[in-house]
């Protein structure tokens, strides 16, 4: 098979993880205002939906740790499901299907960023190429970014939900298609943890794993409840979607930004030290809708939230690597899973709870209180800069 260089790489990366998360993970939350519309979807029913997609994610994190294939053939099986489970959205409108649809995105989500992460960040590192991983995730938000611009266009052209459904499946097909060559052309060998049970880990070590996980855990919870219902909030605050469809655009594009120049930021700070700041900033963006109930309060959300939300998981995925080393992939997916259970409870929350405004706000100052504390306990216990 052909070589293919670090650039390409990167860029066959960027566009996994947009299909992956982007698509895979988060077209929902700017069509469940269109869903609404169009389906008379309630906001506790769609918070179902939504947890739905992260059992299914945790649930593929859970058995990503199990998977014996090559990461590149995992990473383009799910990818190709991604397609065909968004595009199965837009042709039913039984609800009991779209939990099954969207808990089954949500596992081949969880492959697509595990094994990615896993195949990418592994051949960066072998070619000394490690400050092009920002590349790769900032992926993440730009499949967010693409997606809330297409739902901005398909509600001007008066698409309805369903199409949208379809339009974004046959997006996610057509990235794949982009990705494929790179995946292809450049298998890595299979991380070691992937195919022979590891060692198990010192006591140390696991106490060294231990803060870490239940941080992601924290992150997790704090993060999916604006990550979640963001322009639904917008939406009660300005009808028109020319207005409050901006809301998941800007935080694709400060997800985006923000990733770029996460690689910068790792060679000046340690991984938890710039982990630790981001759960604070997102803290403030969590609680910001609370204070500043206006779409000023929803702009500086989705820019704290998704301006930190992807230099936290790349922060992670490095630390990943430097706890554990020898199987690296496996602690990715451990932190996956704990990251799954903290953000299947918020839409469940939401769903369970008494409908209404204060419910959300109640929920928004727990979810900020929580990544403030996790926030300074990383801080305590920043570790030196990795090489």
Same mark, same amino acid.
């Given at each position: 098979m052909r070589q293919i260089s670090s650039v390409q790489v990167a860029l066959s990366g960027l566009l996994t993880l947009a299909v992956a998360m982007g698509i895979g993970r988060f077209a929902f939350t700017p069509l469940l205002p269109m869903m609404e519309k169009?389906?008379?979807?309630?906001?506790?029913?769609?918070?179902?939906?939504?947890?739905?997609?992260?059992?299914?994610?945790?649930?593929?994190?859970?058995?990503?740790? *199990?998977?014996?294939?090559?990461?590149?053939?995992?990473? =383009? !099986? #799910?990818?190709?499901?991604?397609?065909?489970?968004?595009?199965?959205?837009?042709?039913?409108?039984?609800?009991?299907?779209?939990?099954? =649809?969207?808990?089954?995105?949500? !596992?081949?989500?969880?492959?697509?960023?595990?094994?990615?992460?896993?195949?990418g960040l592994q051949v960066l590192a072998a070619a000394g190429a490690s400050r092009l991983t920002g590349v790769m995730y900032a992926g993440v938000g730009f499949?967010?970014?693409?997606?809330?611009? =297409?739902?901005?266009?398909?509600?001007?052209?008066?698409? #309805? #939900?369903?199409?949208?459904?379809?339009?974004?499946?046959?997006?996610?097909?057509?990235?794949?298609?982009?990705?494929?060559?790179?995946?292809?052309?450049?298998?890595?060998?299979? @991380?070691?943890?992937?195919?022979? @049970?590891?060692?198990?880990?010192?006591?140390?070590?696991?106490?060294?794993?231990?803060?870490?996980?239940i941080a992601y855990s924290l992150f997790g919870f704090g993060y999916i409840l604006p990550?979640?219902?963001?322009?639904?909030?917008?939406?009660?605050?300005?009808?028109?979607?020319?207005?409050?469809?901006?809301?998941?655009?800007?935080?694709?594009?400060?997800? =985006?930004? #923000?990733?770029?120049?996460?690689?910068?930021l790792l060679r000046r700070f340690s991984n938890r030290t710039l982990w630790g700041t981001g759960h604070l900033v997102m803290g403030i963006g969590v609680i910001v809708p609370v204070?500043?109930?206006?779409?000023?309060?929803?702009v500086l959300s989705a820019i704290c939230v998704g301006g930190t939300f992807m230099?936290?998981?790349?922060?992670?995925?490095?630390?990943? *690597?430097?706890?554990a080393p020898a199987h690296p992939a496996r602690l990715m997916a451990q932190l996956t899973a704990a990251f799954a259970i903290g953000q299947i409870l918020g839409p469940l929350l939401v769903s369970l709870l008494p409908p209404g405004p204060h419910t959300l706000d109640a929920l928004l100052s727990v979810a900020a209180a929580l990544l403030m504390l996790s926030g300074i306990g990383l801080l305590r216990a920043r570790q030196p800069r990795a090489s």
């Amino acid at each position: 098979m052909r070589q293919i260089s670090s650039v390409q790489v990167a860029l066959s990366g960027l566009l996994t993880l947009a299909v992956a998360m982007g698509i895979g993970r988060f077209a929902f939350t700017p069509l469940l205002p269109m869903m609404e519309k169009d389906t008379g979807l309630s906001l506790a029913r769609g918070g179902w939906l939504a947890a739905a997609n992260y059992l299914g994610y945790f649930l593929g994190a859970l058995s990503a740790i *199990r998977l014996r294939f090559a990461p590149s053939r995992i990473v =383009l !099986v #799910s990818l190709l499901a991604i397609g065909g489970l968004t595009a199965a959205m837009g042709v039913t409108d039984d609800q009991a299907a779209w939990l099954v =649809l969207r808990g089954l995105a949500g !596992v081949a989500s969880a492959w697509a960023l595990i094994f990615a992460s896993a195949w990418g960040l592994q051949v960066l590192a072998a070619a000394g190429a490690s400050r092009l991983t920002g590349v790769m995730y900032a992926g993440v938000g730009f499949g967010i970014a693409l997606a809330g611009v =297409l739902c901005l266009v398909f509600f001007g052209l008066a698409w #309805s #939900s369903a199409q949208v459904w379809i339009a974004l499946g046959t997006v996610a097909w057509l990235l794949t298609f982009l990705a494929a060559p790179g995946l292809h052309a450049a298998p890595p060998p299979a @991380p070691a943890g992937m195919h022979a @049970p590891a060692a198990p880990p010192a006591p140390r070590a696991a106490h060294t794993a231990l803060r870490p996980v239940i941080a992601y855990s924290l992150f997790g919870f704090g993060y999916i409840l604006p990550a979640t219902f963001l322009p639904a909030m917008a939406k009660r605050l300005i009808a028109d979607p020319a207005l409050f469809g901006w809301a998941w655009p800007v935080f694709g594009l400060a997800a =985006l930004g #923000s990733t770029l120049i996460a690689g910068r930021l790792l060679r000046r700070f340690s991984n938890r030290t710039l982990w630790g700041t981001g759960h604070l900033v997102m803290g403030i963006g969590v609680i910001v809708p609370v204070i500043l109930p206006d779409m000023l309060g929803i702009v500086l959300s989705a820019i704290c939230v998704g301006g930190t939300f992807m230099v936290i998981t790349f922060a992670a995925m490095q630390e990943a *690597r430097c706890v554990a080393p020898a199987h690296p992939a496996r602690l990715m997916a451990q932190l996956t899973a704990a990251f799954a259970i903290g953000q299947i409870l918020g839409p469940l929350l939401v769903s369970l709870l008494p409908p209404g405004p204060h419910t959300l706000d109640a929920l928004l100052s727990v979810a900020a209180a929580l990544l403030m504390l996790s926030g300074i306990g990383l801080l305590r216990a920043r570790q030196p800069r990795a090489s």
